[in-house]
């Protein structure tokens, strides 16, 4: 049986916005099939981490990789044939992001074949199949025409979710997920991304959300201060933490959700 290949990796990136430097020298490898919970309190570098795979965030120094593509920007800059390379990278990365980021003025289904049609020059016919099998997946299958206006914030976050599928990526990163959403809404969105995680789809997922990070991950990531201070399985992490700071950070959210 053949090891799994790499979806993505991440090295000695380090990301500063001014004098604030966010992230430290972050060094990760996701594996196909991976499921890679990132945790840590607001302003450890999460999210910065995740917008920097893409280069929606340009790092200051260091390397992602994207299957075959790889990228070394420096001075959070990029070439110009570097930009070709990030258009391609992104091309096999699905990305969720916390506020749905739906175009307003296209429906659902317009929404979702977006990237197919534009960006991957799939026949139309094609696209609307596959946007409609999707749409079935996250339970939405009779809202394909409904404008994102017209939908919950859940139902608006599981139309995002099918039109990060929609791309075919190598992987999916999700930024927060269920933030913006009321409390009611949030199992809706963690149902759609369980059945993901059990389909064997390569995620990393930026999360407040502890049981769930427990539940769905092959891998959690403790960040602080813009450096990666615990890895490990989530029997490890949430059951037997080595480091002092990954503790307290669980117990102080474990004990405000009694």
């Known amino acids: 049986m053949s090891l799994p290949s790499t979806a993505l990796s991440i090295a000695g990136l380090r990301k500063s916005f001014g004098s604030n430097e966010v992230l430290r020298g972050i060094d990760l490898v996701a594996k196909d099939g991976d499921v890679i919970s990132l945790i840590g309190a607001s302003g450890s570098g999460k999210s910065t981490l995740l917008r920097c795979i893409p280069m929606l965030e340009i790092p200051d120094v260091g390397t992602v990789s994207v299957g075959e593509d790889s990228l070394s920007p420096t001075g959070g800059r990029l070439s110009r044939a570097q930009l070709a390379v990030?258009?391609?990278?992104?091309?096999?990365?699905?990305?969720?992001?916390?506020?749905?980021?739906?175009?307003?003025?296209?429906?659902?289904?317009?929404?979702?074949?977006?990237a197919p049609l534009?960006?991957?020059?799939?026949?139309?016919?094609?696209?609307?199949?596959?946007?409609?099998?999707?749409?079935?997946?996250?339970?939405?299958?009779?809202?394909?025409?409904?404008?994102?206006?017209?939908?919950s914030g859940g139902q608006q976050q599981r139309v995002a979710i099918a039109r990060a599928l929609a791309q075919r990526p190598r992987a999916i990163l999700f930024d927060e997920p269920t933030s913006a959403l009321d409390p009611e809404l949030v199992g809706e969105v963690l149902k759609v991304i369980r059945a993901l995680a059990a389909e064997g789809r390569t995620m990393l997922i930026v999360t407040h959300e502890m049981g769930?990070?427990?539940?769905?991950?092959?891998?959690?990531?403790?960040?602080?201060?813009?450096?990666?201070?615990?890895?490990?399985?989530?029997?490890?992490?949430?059951?037997?933490?080595?480091?002092?700071?990954?503790?307290?950070?669980?117990?102080?959210?474990?004990?405000?959700?009694?």
């Open 212 to 258: 769930f990070a427990r539940e769905v991950s092959s891998r959690v990531v403790f960040l602080h201060q813009g450096l990666i201070e615990e890895a490990g399985t989530p029997g490890q992490v949430f059951g037997n933490p080595a480091s002092e700071r990954c503790r307290a950070f669980l117990s102080g959210h474990f004990d405000r959700n009694r």
């Open 86 to 114: 990030a258009r391609q990278m992104r091309g096999h990365l699905g990305f969720v992001f916390q506020n749905f980021n739906l175009w307003p003025h296209r429906t659902v289904l317009q929404n979702v074949i977006e």
């Open 118 to 151: 534009f960006v991957q020059s799939r026949p139309r016919a094609e696209a609307v199949e596959e946007a409609t099998a999707l749409l079935e997946k996250v339970g939405l299958a009779e809202k394909r025409d409904a404008w994102p206006a017209h939908l």
